[in-house]
């Protein structure tokens, strides 16, 4: 099923890569890629409630948590220099960002800060493959990944959820029903993505529903006034 519509999950692609979270840029597991992260075994909903309490807290979250992840981390050899290019990347963002949220324009164009951002600009202009990114637009939403569970932006631990299990029946009915979810699945078995109708689908390995019929379904994609 999953091949025919399409989806790249850890369940249908554990040949290729190993079934746990895929390393993102600034997440650098102490030691080596080690095992799958805790929050993989927690049900997505609890851990998307935990980590964003309120609006904003899911991005200062990651934030903290790539941080953590940079002052721990020990590479040595060539991963020594992968982390130090991904120290200096951080650093250049995180200091263009603050001139930019101040509005100072000349700073980020000017002087070595300047100079660094253009180079990586380059680099990306000219790279031969996609780098991993924890943020990723999805059928238009903005999702952001923390500890390997892709959680929506816009996510309110208020807001009404379903939650559906992975790979189950009622999972690919959603896909049969809407195909565009399937640049949401991609994410993988741990997510959760803001309906049309302001609820939260929940997608998770472990539990949630396993039958929905067409008008639950048909629901999540009334835009909400």
Known sequence: ????????????????????????????RKGGR????????????????????KPGD?????????EKALRNADGKGEAAAALKQVREQKETYDRARQYLQARTLGAVQAGKLGVDLSVQMQNLRNQTRLEPTAVRTVF??????IDGVWIDEGFDPQMPALVVKAQSDAYFKLLERQ????????????????APNGAALVIDPHTGKEK??????AQLFVAKK
């Open 58 to 66: 899911l991005a200062r979250n990651r934030g903290e948590q790539a």
């Open 212 to 217: 929905l019929d067409d008008d639950a379904i």
């Open 140 to 145: 238009g939403r903005n999702c952001l990944e």
């Open 179 to 194: 195909p565009k979810l399937r640049e949401v699945f991609q994410l993988g078995n741990h997510l959760v993505w803001v």
């Open 1 to 28: 099923m999953a091949k025919k519509y399409g989806i790249t999950t850890p369940y249908t692609s554990y040949l290729i890569v190993p079934d746990m979270p895929l390393p993102v840029a600034g997440h650098i």
């Open 34 to 53: 080690g095992p799958a992260d805790p929050a993989l075994h927690t049900p997505v909903l609890e851990f998307a409630k935990r980590n964003q309490a």
